[in-house]
Nanobody
Framework: QVRLVESGGGLVQPGGSLRLSCTAS????????ISWYRQAPGKQREWVAT???????NYADSVKGRFTISRDSAKNTVNLQMNSLKLDDTAVYYC????????WGQGTQVTVSS
């Protein structure tokens, strides 16, 4: 059974930074493409970034140039470094496979507020 756990969220001012981590049990994240998603209040969940098993990385236009996705295979984690945060980045952030094929974790809340 795959269990995903997101962490690293918090309250930050506009322009600040946070580093999110996605850890997993029951699966070796390095063998799969892993994506970060987010869901803002009253909105549908949206895709943020992907790192594929072969290393290809893609970002949503809204975060390109500000967010960086990376793997730490030794720790079985996928990280999301978020810089230059904006008010619109406020959301609960989740990780999952490319197809959302595993049970969703609880997510980690990111709040950008002055």
């Amino acid at each position: 059974q795959v269990r995903l756990v997101e962490s690293g969220g918090g309250l930050v001012q506009p322009g600040g930074s946070l580093r999110l981590s996605c850890t997993a049990s029951g699966v070796r994240l390095g063998e799969y493409g892993i994506s970060w998603y987010r869901q803002a209040p009253g909105k549908q969940r949206e895709w943020v970034a992907t790192v594929r098993s072969g290393g290809t990385i893609n970002y949503a236009d809204s975060v390109k140039g500000r967010f960086t996705i990376s793997r730490d295979s030794a720790k079985n984690t996928v990280n999301l470094q978020m810089n230059s945060l904006k008010l619109d980045d406020t959301a609960v952030y989740y990780c999952n496979g490319l197809a959302g094929q595993w049970a969703w974790g609880q997510g980690t809340q990111v709040t950008v507020s002055s």
